[in-house]
T-cell receptor, first 113, second 114 residues
Framework: GESVGLHLPTLSVQEGDNSIINCAYS??????FIWYKQESGKGPQFIIDIRSNMDKRQGQRVTVLLNKTVKHLSLQIAATQPGDSAVYFC????????????FGSGTQLTVLP | KAGVTQTPRYLIKTRGQQVTLSCSPI?????VSWYQQTPGQGLQFLFEYFSETQRNKGNFPGRFSGRQFSNSRSEMNVSTLELGDSALYLCASSPDIQGGYGYTFGSGTRLTVV
């Protein structure tokens, strides 16, 4: 089926530590994956994306890893800051569904002082 | 550059009524998609419009409809509101046809049905 799942609903990390948020997807036809951050009262905000022909992509303090063999996606946040506290969603864009994203259930990241 | 604008931000309606939500995409973006977000179901795709045509539709009843105007602004309508329609309705715009590049969300309209 077409579903995207998150391994953990909540994650707490100490400020300054690295965070890793995981996501499993089931649609092997998906060719594009996106991580979004959603803060309270706001819409999802684009963090980073990756196409299926890549294994890793880095942004500012964030890295996305894609393992197509086991259909697993992860978001790594370096030196986590209080402003990183939010819900993080992974989303997949199945090939052919130009604008229909399938979202995971989200992980609430809490950064502890 | 202005982002995706959704109006109104908050709305309270009574069961049985209908509601229209508005979305103004980023200038130059021709694709507008709508999503419903609830605590129980998460983010679910409603429909997508490109050049005034509905290109894709999610698994929602016919009470949910939408349209797109020539300036790419979009509206969605929900008729005969039910309590379960209470949700955050999100609009996202994008300039491209393929993939999800530049998919930007608005802040949403919080609909409460009482």
């Amino acid at each position: 089926g077409e579903s995207v799942g998150l391994h953990l609903p909540t994650l707490s990390v100490q400020e300054g530590d690295n965070s890793i948020i995981n996501c499993a997807y089931s649609n092997s036809a998906s060719d594009y994956f996106i991580w979004y951050k959603q803060e309270s009262g706001k819409g999802p905000q684009f963090i980073i994306d990756i196409r299926s022909n890549m294994d890793k992509r880095q942004g500012q303090r964030v890295t996305v890893l894609l393992n197509k063999t086991v259909k697993h996606l992860s978001l790594q946040i370096a030196a986590t800051q209080p402003g990183d506290s939010a819900v993080y969603f992974c989303a997949e864009n199945p090939l052919g569904s130009a604008r229909q994203l399938t979202f995971g259930s989200g992980t609430q990241l809490t950064v502890l002082p | 550059k202005a982002g995706v604008t959704q109006t109104p931000r908050y709305l309270i309606k009574t069961r049985g009524q209908q509601v229209t939500l508005s979305c103004s995409p980023i200038s130059g973006h021709r694709s507008v998609s709508w999503y419903q977000q609830t605590p129980g179901q998460g983010l679910q795709f409603l429909f997508e419009y490109f050049s005034e045509t509905q290109r894709n539709k999610g698994n929602f009843p016919g009470r949910f409809s939408g349209r797109q105007f020539s300036n790419s602004r979009s509206e969605m309508n929900v008729s005969t509101l039910e309590l379960g329609d209470s949700a955050l309705y999100l609009c996202a715009s994008s300039p491209d046809i393929q993939g999800g590049y530049g998919y930007t969300f608005g802040s949403g309209t919080r609909l409460t049905v009482v």
